[in-house]
Antibody, heavy 121, light 106 residues
Framework: QVQLLQSGAEVKKPGASVKVSCKAS????????LHWVRQAPGRGLEWMDS????????GSAQKFQGRVTLTRDTSTNTVFMELTSLTSDDTAVYFC??????????????WGQGTTVTVSS | SYELTQPPSVSVSPGQTVTITCSGH??????ASWYQQKAGQSPVLVIY???MRPSGIPERFSGSNSENTATLTISGTQAMDEADYYC?????????FGGGTKLTVL
């Protein structure tokens, strides 16, 4: 079945970086864009960035520009999200999600299980 | 940037119909999706392209989008529908979410 499997929880100190992986299975990896969405404790969903696994081209929200980098490995069907210069405000659950189509008629139809990132001194 | 506004909370009695609204400037000219998120779980897509239901989503979930408001309607609400609901749209292939609505089934 179609699945996105994320890496495990991380605890980081302020100023550090974190890299979270999202491994896709059950579909053609390069056919669907992957997005990253985070959710701080008790808060709503916040979109961060997306990547076209075929081209490797990504495009982030203005808030995260310069601090988030998405890369992919087509040999393992995995997308990586790296977030730098962490602060306590980055403490959140981070989700990867598949975009169900190529146009804006699509939704995010498959989600990973989430990765908890805790930033604490 | 693009802002979507949802009511923070809505309540409904079991078996009744409930609507959750999502407001944004000329939202009807864009496509809207809706997500259900139960406590401690990942979001689930329940409506996309304004009114389309993914496979496996019950028929009691429906959507519409016109002018400045997208609406999620749940008919014959069940206890299992208690969750947070988020609307979402696109702007230059960037994603924007509403703040979320907590649905309580009393």
């Amino acid at each position: 079945q179609v699945q996105l499997l994320q890496s495990g929880a991380e605890v980081k100190k302020p100023g550090a970086s974190v890299k979270v992986s999202c491994k896709a299975s059950g579909y053609t990896f390069t056919d669907y864009n992957l997005h990253w969405v985070r959710q701080a404790p008790g808060r709503g969903l916040e979109w961060m960035d997306s990547i076209n696994p075929h081209s490797g081209v990504s495009g982030s929200a203005q808030k995260f520009q310069g601090r988030v980098t998405l890369t992919r490995d087509t040999s393992t069907n995995t997308v990586f999200m790296e977030l730098t210069s962490l602060t306590s405000d980055d403490t959140a659950v981070y989700f990867c999600a598949r975009m169900s189509g190529r146009s804006t008629t699509a939704g995010l139809d498959v989600w990973g299980q989430g990765t908890t990132v805790t930033v604490s001194s | 940037s693009y802002e979507l506004t949802q009511p923070p909370s809505v309540s409904v009695s079991p078996g009744q119909t409930v609507t959750i609204t999502c407001s944004g400037h000329e939202l009807g000219d864009r496509f809207a999706s809706w997500y259900q998120q139960k406590a401690g779980q990942s979001p689930v897509l329940v409506i996309y392209r304004d009114y389309m239901r993914p496979s496996g989503i019950p028929e009691r979930f429906s959507g519409s989008n016109s002018e400045n408001t997208a609406t999620l309607t749940i008919s014959g609400t069940q206890a299992m529908d208690e969750a947070d609901y988020y609307c979402q749209t696109w702007d230059n292939f960037h994603v924007f979410f509403g703040g979320g609505t907590k649905l309580t089934v009393l």
